[in-house]
């Protein structure tokens, strides 16, 4: 226990797979993206160290020099695919949180201000610095076990909100708060708004496990520490039907190139085969001495 809770989630699948002993059925069928989607197949280009893509309706680059132009551009996408296809479908994925214009932070409060600004009728809560406003978007940053989920009945529907569930704000009562996952209703009293962000664009880490029908991905220069092969590959795929990318191709060509994947030498999946081949030998041998008892 103590050797799993030391490593990420990917290194134990990894180490459980290498080891040779757990069954293993590979996927290789496309069911998020239709077959013939751009984005399913310049995620396998990506993934193959490929940096000749396919560029079309489903898979667009948007040329941006700066954080500061690709900001820009991002805001303008952003309002026109969330009018086409509703804000829930559409989100922003940055590599990074807090340093400059196409960073998560930055991008929150810039487009908040531009699609839910502060006018007298829209009330808003203010706590430890951050404000909520009505209709705001924003994800569950920790695990909370111990929270009721309503219907719109007032019937409970459910426990828990977890680290990375995103929501909107559909009411603002005082010093409480009412957010809205998916049908399902939370009472948030003020204490928990340091659980909540503005999740207008959130950071592709955050994104695991989620999927869209349009992601927006800043890629620049200035985020080239955070930029992969695999985390370009996880954020284009969490899109269904569009990928816009906003940026510097060599930004792109950069995480394309970039495999580093941070491996932890913990040795787990060498200790799973060794365990496994002294736990075989000494059934093989108890097995031989009962056949020799038997046969005695």
Request: hydrophobic share 40%.
């Amino acid at each position: 226990a103590d050797q799993l809770e030391s490593v990420g989630a990917g290194d134990v699948f990894h180490e459980l797979i290498g080891s040779g002993v757990v069954p293993v059925t590979v996927l290789d069928e496309i069911f998020r993206q239709a077959q013939d989607s751009l984005i399913a197949h310049n995620a396998r280009f990506i993934n193959e160290g490929k940096t000749t893509l396919y560029y079309g309706e489903d898979f667009a680059f948007h040329k941006a020099e700066s954080q500061e132009e690709a900001a820009s551009i991002i805001r303008e996408l952003y309002r026109e695919q969330i009018a086409a296809k509703g804000i829930e479908q559409v989100e922003i994925l940055s590599p990074f949180r807090s340093e400059g214009e196409a960073s998560v932070n930055s991008l929150n409060e810039a487009i908040r201000e531009e699609i839910n600004p502060a006018v007298p009728q829209t009330p808003e809560i203010v706590y430890a610095g951050k404000i909520f406003r009505l209709n705001d978007r924003v994800m569950q940053m920790r695990n909370n076990y111990e929270i009721k989920l309503y219907n719109s009945s007032g019937k409970q529907v459910g426990e828990g909100v977890f680290n990375g569930d995103i929501g909107t704000i559909r009411k603002i009562s005082g010093t409480n708060v009412v957010i809205e996952f998916d049908g399902r209703y939370m009472d948030c009293p003020q204490v928990l708004l340091d659980d909540l962000e503005l999740s207008y664009a959130i950071t592709i880490h955050k994104s695991m496990g989620s999927e869209y029908d349009t992601v927006i991905i800043p890629l620049l220069a200035a985020h080239n520490v955070l930029l992969t092969r695999n985390l370009l590959y996880t954020a284009i795929t969490r899109a269904k039907r569009r990928v816009l990318l906003v940026g510097e191709k060599r930004a792109l060509y950069m995480a394309i190139h970039r495999s580093r994947k941070g491996k932890r030498n913990t040795m787990l999946g060498e200790r799973i085969a060794l365990y496994y081949k002294a736990v075989t030998r000494k059934a093989l041998r108890n097995e031989e001495g009962k056949e020799w008892q038997r046969a005695s």
